[in-house]
């Protein structure tokens, strides 16, 4: 009776010819390169590896039409922002002028109120009208 836990060299070297000789049946029972059946499953795998790449590429090309979407909307995005900044810049300057004219017409009215109490001084006639 053989022991499994402890093998000895016979039955080492026995297990190794019967793994040799199972791997040789599995060997010569494999079919062929040129067999029909191995050349349908290489037609099989070519025309899966075709749809795959064919897939792929349609993926690949909506991917591109999705980024150069994103980009023309970008770009839009960005000529609006830069036509509102213009727009906001432009009212500013405006806004500005306006102010500045503004600014410069109280600086004229106090100038000219100026020169006329001055004037009056000069003539030496008083709010009322009389002379000191």
Avoid: S
Avoid at 61 to 81: N, S, T
Avoid at 94 to 122: N, P, V
């Amino acid at each position: 009776m053989r022991n499994k836990a402890n093998p000895d060299f016979h039955d080492r070297l026995r297990d190794a010819a019967e793994a040799r000789r199972a791997l040789l049946a599995k060997l010569h029972a494999a079919p062929r390169p040129d067999d029909p059946e191995m050349i349908e499953k290489r037609r099989k795998r070519a025309a899966v590896a075709q749809a795959r790449a064919a897939r792929q590429a349609e993926r690949e090309r909506v991917r591109r039409a999705q980024e150069e979407e994103a980009a023309r909307v970008a770009a839009e995005m960005e000529r609006i922002a830069a036509e509102e900044a213009e727009r906001a810049a432009a009212e500013e300057a405006e806004r500005d002028a306006a102010l500045k004219a503004e600014q410069k017409a109280a600086r004229d009215a106090r100038y000219a109120a100026r020169k006329l109490a001055k004037k009056e001084r000069r003539k030496g006639t008083g709010r009322a009208g009389r002379r000191f």
